[in-house]
């Protein structure tokens, strides 16, 4: 009897825990799932960044003009991006400031001449 006494309160004590666990887990997963385009975010070594790309498993954070690549799971902080209003359509400000994609020339050589292509 005096084992059940010391076993019953220990069982409730270890529901509890795990089910507060679980809980706070669910959350971390519903945040990381919301992650949006223009949300702003704290990844788990301080880094802070705008989302530019959200994939499955992974996100493109923009770090003043620096994309980095992060897993999701790596997000500390999520806060939701501010929208912008444009004759009543909102968008995001990533989707405001895109930046253009550098074109690189690549010289191809036949012979004695020179051409270049883009």
């Not at 019953?8 to 509890?16: D, G, K, V, Y």
């Not at 997963?29 to 919301?34: E, S």
């Not at 074109?103 to 051409?115: F, I, P, R, S």
């Amino acid at each position: 009897m005096e084992f059940l006494i010391l076993i019953i309160p220990m069982a409730l004590m270890m529901f509890f825990m795990s089910r507060s666990s679980k809980k706070q887990q669910q959350q971390r997963q519903d945040t990381l799932n919301a992650m949006k385009v223009g949300d702003e975010v704290i990844t788990i070594g301080g880094l802070h960044g705008v989302l530019s790309e959200v994939n499955e498993k992974t996100v493109v954070l923009d770090c003043e003009g620096i994309y980095l690549e992060f897993e999701k799971n790596a997000m500390k902080t999520v806060t939701p991006g501010k929208g912008v209003v444009n004759d009543d359509t909102v968008t995001t400000v990533s989707e405001e400031a895109e930046v253009a994609e550098p074109t690189t020339a690549v010289e191809e050589t036949t012979g004695d001449t020179t051409e270049e292509t883009k």
